[in-house]
């Protein structure tokens, strides 16, 4: 037995003696053996991935107040509204606030001849003193604030125009602006407002009399302040994550855009149709907007272009446009755009989610393949330094429409080397193009109505853990298949990942760090992974935004176990158990977690190797005591312990209410050999180091 073996049964024994009279759980032994590192910790490990689904970012991120600003839809009564289509998954499509006509039903037509963008402009007959025009409501805007816009108009000199925003009932409640007469070329016009009361439904008119007509082509309204189009607050509040990346525009609806359709001047970009979530899509966020938005946040920008409906040409020149000089035929299309300098993009990701019977453009895993492999040389021939990522998708992930399962190491072992085995055949068919693999995974929270309250947490938190070890399970399967992956250091990125759980809260919290701590626990291959969605980390209101319960534990590890960090061998007595209650479908048969159940535990040094960093999550109602005993490292008195709980596990963060979940700082005291880990909550402690 070595020495700091035998030291660690003697002070277990010591402690359990000295607790022996009290009430409560047995120590739990956790040892750390310093002399077996893995890989530093990257600053991709905590990465975000954001999708234009429906109008998520635009009420999320994107300032702009207006929905449906180029006209897509018609401007019609709430009678002729037709509901969008299905998706590509069989779910309702994305409903917006629509323009109404104002003076009648027929007061708004549909000019399909001479629209400024897209396919149609709303057209406007003035009949005298009566106004008519359109217009929309149901937007937020505080008392005090200025709020400037633009519209693009034309038409008759005898048609009198004007806007207004309306923010009350009374006669008081509105501001009207006069904008120039309309002439027979398009003509932009500016305006400003400051309301003089809040309203979470205001209302904006644009309205003419006199004679004529007039042509509404676009019209933009946003809260000064914005950063270039996008939300100050927002964006504050997801910088304070030092994320390390956003992968964007990502998603299903990359599968069916046209990136060229999404840069030049913002009104001119003609709208689309997203086929994928069935929702219309300004097009006013496009690439340069995209890398605006990760400048503002501090991280590096992650890529995924169309390799759905979209072809290896387009890619290219994709990469041309963003990370190209300004001397060749994109880059010097980006310099006329405002950007004369390239972006740098090195992260960069060949589709998403190819294997898909949801995807558009899903074809079989031998044409794919061909499809990837012209992709990645047509990209690398304009940017040979980018770091390409494939994407793949494990044989548990994988399987036929409607068919349920929960997969084990051994249902799955007859999938490698077929058609649901993704990264398995990219392995075999397209070595050589690329430089990692992606993996998505989602797990859905059951319902355990029979379990006892302990069981239930337990499980609960555990659930979606046991993707990461199945995930790592398979890789290891991988490198025996094709021992060049190690050699070439061929990564894995878990680059969509979710718990859906209902609203954010302290127990999710806390399955969230168990999430992390697998992750952790294979830094050797697990180089990068991006959180679905960058914005569910927040709560968001139309006018404010905080960091949720799930935001909160991302900031503890990022900060306190991130960019840096080397994960240590961490083992113990208690292996974690199977599954007492296993209910419902899709969730891998592993067991993730270190074997010193009921907690989980990571250790690594910190950067600069002058303290021990242990986390731990405690997903019981007791306190537990943990029993530490390092191999390779002596540890002096002191430390630093942050502490993420709540009152209830029903705690979270609110705009209302920021601190449901927090996170506190305290002093470790005594012995750092023996840690009081309290209920329900994730900890951190930082540990300085004696010598080594």
């Known amino acids: 037995m070595k020495p700091v073996a035998a030291a660690l049964v003697l002070f277990s024994m010591q402690t359990a003696t000295a607790v022996s009279a009290i009430a409560g759980p047995a120590p739990v032994v956790v040892r750390v053996d310093a002399n077996r590192p893995s890989a530093p910790v990257t600053p991709y490990e905590y990465g975000m991935f954001i999708e234009p689904i429906g109008d998520l970012v635009g009420r999320t991120l994107w300032a702009e107040l207006l929905a449906d600003r180029k006209f897509y839809y018609p401007v019609g009564p709430a009678s002729a509204d037709v509901p969008p289509p299905l998706n590509a998954e069989g779910r309702p499509g994305v409903t917006y606030r629509k323009w109404r006509p104002i003076g009648g039903d027929d007061a708004v037509t549909m000019d399909q001849r001479m629209p400024y963008v897209g396919t149609q402009s709303a057209s406007v007959a003035v009949a005298g003193n009566q106004p008519r025009g359109l217009g929309q409501t149901g937007f937020t805007v505080v008392r005090g604030k200025r709020y400037v816009g633009n519209i693009w108009l034309n038409g008759d000199p005898g048609a009198a125009v004007s806007i207004a925003l309306v923010w009350g009932d009374r006669p008081q409640d509105r501001q009207v602006i006069a904008l120039p007469s309309p002439a027979a070329d398009w003509r932009n016009a500016s305006f400003a407002f400051t309301p003089t009361r809040d309203s979470s439904d205001a209302r904006l008119e644009i309205t003419g009399t006199g004679s004529g007509l007039f042509r509404v082509g676009t019209v933009s309204l946003m809260p000064s302040g914005n950063i270039n189009g996008w939300r100050a607050d927002t964006t504050a509040v997801a910088r304070s994550l030092n994320s390390g990346f956003w992968r964007l525009p990502g998603g299903n609806f990359l599968s069916g855009w046209d990136w060229h359709e999404a840069i030049g001047p913002r009104d001119k970009r003609p709208p689309m149709f997203d086929h994928a979530w069935s929702a219309m ?241 294979h830094s050797n291959f697990l180089k990068m992974s991006g959180f679905t969605t960058g914005v569910s980390t927040m709560d968001i209101t139309p006018t404010a935004a905080t960091l949720n319960a799930t935001g909160t534990v991302f900031k503890l590890y990022g900060e306190h176990f ?58 019981t109602f007791q306190p537990q005591r943990l029993a530490l005993a390092v191999d390779g490292l002596k540890l002096r008195s002191g430390g630093t312990r942050w502490l993420l709980a709540g009152k209830t596990l029903d705690a979270a963060n609110t705009v209302a209410k920021p601190d449901g979940v927090t996170i506190r700082q305290s002093k470790v005291g005594g012995d750092p050999r023996s840690l009081m880990v309290p209920a329900t909550s994730a900890a951190i402690y930082e540990l300085p180091i004696a010598s080594r």
């Open 281 to 521: 899509q300004p097009n006013d966020i496009g690439m340069d907007e995209w890398m605006e938005l990760t400048r503002i946040l501090g991280v590096e920008p992650y890529v995924s272009v169309n390799a759905g409906l979209g072809d290896a040409n387009s890619a290219a020149e994709e990469v041309e446009y963003l990370n190209g000089a300004a001397t060749t035929e994109w880059g010097a299309k980006r310099a006329a755009n405002g950007h004369p300098e390239p972006y740098g993009v090195k992260w960069w990701n060949i589709g998403n989610e190819p294997f898909g019977w949801w995807q558009l453009g899903k074809t079989s895993l031998e044409f794919y393949t061909i499809k990837h492999n012209d992709f990645a040389r047509a990209m690398r021939a304009r940017d040979p330094s980018i770091t390409l990522i494939a994407s793949g998708a494990m044989p548990d992930q994988l399987h036929p429409k409607g068919v349920k399962q929960n997969s084990t190491l051994e249902s799955i072992q007859p999938k490698f080397g077929t058609e649901e085995d993704w990264t398995g055949g990219l392995l075999a068919r397209s070595w050589g193009t690329f430089d990692g693999i992606t993996e998505h995974w989602y797990d859905r929270a059951e319902e355990r109505p029979h379990a006892p309250p302990a069981d239930e947490l337990m499980e609960y938190v555990r659930s979606p853990s046991n993707h990461v070890r199945m995930e790592a399970e398979e890789w290891a399967i991988y490198e025996k298949r094709f021992p060049k992956i190690r050699e070439a250091k061929t990564f894995l990125s878990i680059d969509e990942y979710a718990y859906m759980a209902g609203p954010p809260t302290l127990k999710s919290s806390l399955a969230y760090a168990m999430v992390f701590q697998e992750m952790l626990r």
């Open 562 to 619: 991130g960019a840096g960090t080397t994960p240590l061998h961490v083992d113990g007595d208690a292996p974690q158990p199977e599954p007492k209650y296993p209910v419902g479908h899709a969730h891998p048969k592993v067991r993730a977690g270190s074997p010193t159940y009921p907690l989980d535990v990571v250790a690594g040094l910190s950067p600069d190797g002058k303290s021990l960093r242990v986390a731990v999550v405690n997903a």
